[in-house]
């Protein structure tokens, strides 16, 4: 599982981040099946199937977002300033488009999920440890790695799934909203100011759509970039 923390990077200091922990980003942006270049800043972006989003993460995801893994790198002169609100999801060629939802907002719409389904809870459970290996596109899929393994280090949070059905349970407790917020904060993509690359997943509520193209808008010092996302 390619969880991996960019701990390393925030000790080293090259990162000015507000909080988050986020994912290790890939050696450069033509590292993912998606990506733009401009003399600021490069974008690399893929956006998770359903397998790879269950792969990814305890919560499911799949009940409310679209999510994609996105990378950003900034030029050595000029810092990315990252925010949620920078960002959007759009159907190409239309006028319909949304903004990524903080994890807290996620997680509160999993928990009306979970609790009008027939009483089901899903509770994530994390450990935490330190990995060094190798690691494949989260598809399992795409050009941009040839089929060949990348080998990364860093902290990972593991994840388990704990689920229960019965007329005594009324949805997601306190303490599994708790813990859902707090997978989709630290896999989230970090706000702040960074120096260095660094990666993490945006959650978009939008039902999904077979048969539609989407792309990422994302906009620094007023300059939009658009990345086109690959099915």
Known sequence: MRTLSAFA???????????????????????????TVSDQVAIGA???????????????????????????FPTKDHPAKISLGDFSLR????DTAVRPSGAKVVASSLQRKAGSDHNVTVSPQFGVGY???????????????????????????SAGVGVGI?????????????????????????????????????YFPI????????????TMDGQKMTVALPE
């Open 9 to 35: 990077a925030v000790c080293a200091g090259t990162l000015a981040m507000a909080s988050s922990i986020g994912t290790v980003p890939r050696s450069t942006a033509t590292q993912y099946p998606a990506h």
């Open 46 to 72: 893929v956006k998770l199937n359903e397998q790879a989003v269950r792969k990814i993460f305890s919560s499911d995801l799949n009940r409310c977002c679209i999510v994609v893994e996105l990378a950003i």
């Open 91 to 94: 159907i190409a060629n239309t």
């Open 131 to 157: 990995e060094s290996g190798t690691y494949n596109d989260p598809n399992n899929h795409g050009p941009y790695n040839n089929g060949r393994q990348q080998r990364s280090s860093g902290v990972y949070t």
């Open 166 to 202: 019965g007329s005594n349970q009324s949805g997601s407790t306190r303490e599994d909203l708790v813990s859902m917020e707090t997978e989709l904060s630290e896999k989230g993509l970090p706000e702040g100011t960074a120096t260095a690359p660094v990666a993490g997943h945006l």
């Open 207 to 218: 039902s999904k759509k077979k048969n539609v193209k989407y792309q990422i808008e994302y």
